[in-house]
């Protein structure tokens, strides 16, 4: 597609439920990362895939939050056992490489509350 | 690991020049990049620098010095429009750090008539 599209766009869940978000980037972008952002504090970096692997996960706060790409295409970060802590702006980004003057492309992101 | 500092806040008046400053400390550097944020939106992607120097694109100019640790953006001809949050990121340069982008909290900049 032209950009990076996040759904959804909002999600309110209760503690201790699961959560999905997909995040399907640009065409032909083979670098895919995961970004957190809560109220006023910058960007948390999660987890960076390089087609369907994933390098560097080292961002992953806890074994409660997995990620999974397939086709070297859409991501889908699924949070288990939702505490209010998780609450913040989860943000994809792509990018055509993971070097050189290649930045990202941020999707709109999930704006994900636990009540 | 990386550590990145940036002000807080900034307030500048339309018309006027603004020079956000970042400095880094990195294992390893392989670039520094500027995003622009407005508030509730993705940041947008401004400006690159691996090469000490200027690089100018409009009203927009970002400044790097390797050796010192150090970047900044200069916004000129302050419009209403710029008022956003300015993002300084820096991709490293070892293995599993060569890929992402760690960035700063970013520079509130608000400019006032």
């Known amino acids: 597609g032209a950009g990076v599209s996040q759904s959804p766009s909002n999600k309110v869940t209760e503690k201790g439920k699961d959560v999905e978000l997909r995040c399907d980037p640009i065409?032909?972008?083979?670098?895919l990362y995961w970004y957190r952002q809560s109220l006023g504090q910058g960007l948390e970096f999660l987890i960076y895939f390089q087609g369907n692997s994933a390098p560097d996960k080292s961002g992953l706060p806890s074994d409660r939050f997995s990620a999974e790409r397939t086709g070297g295409s859409v991501s889908t970060l699924t949070i288990q056992r939702t505490q209010q802590e998780d609450s913040a702006v989860y943000l994809c980004a792509s990018s055509r490489r993971d070097r050189g003057p290649y930045g990202y492309t941020f999707g709109s992101g999930t704006r994900l509350t636990v009540v | 690991g990386q550590n990145i500092d940036q002000p807080t806040e900034m307030t500048a008046t339309e018309g006027a020049i603004v020079q956000i400053n970042c400095t880094y400390q990195t294992s390893g550097f392989n670039g520094l990049f500027w995003y622009q944020q407005h508030a509730g939106e993705a940041p947008t992607f401004l400006s690159y620098?691996?090469?000490?120097g200027l690089e100018e694109k409009g009203r927009f100019s970002s400044f790097l010095s390797r050796s010192k640790g150090y970047s900044y953006l200069l916004l000129k001809e302050l419009q209403m429009k710029d008022s956003a949050s300015y993002l300084c990121?820096?991709?490293?340069?070892?293995?599993?750090?060569?890929?992402?982008?760690?960035f700063g909290t970013g520079t509130r900049l608000q400019v006032t008539l």
């Open positions: 065409s032909g972008h083979t670098a």
């Open positions: 990121a820096v991709r490293g340069l070892n293995t599993g750090t060569a890929s992402k982008l760690t």
């Open positions: 620098n691996v090469l000490d």
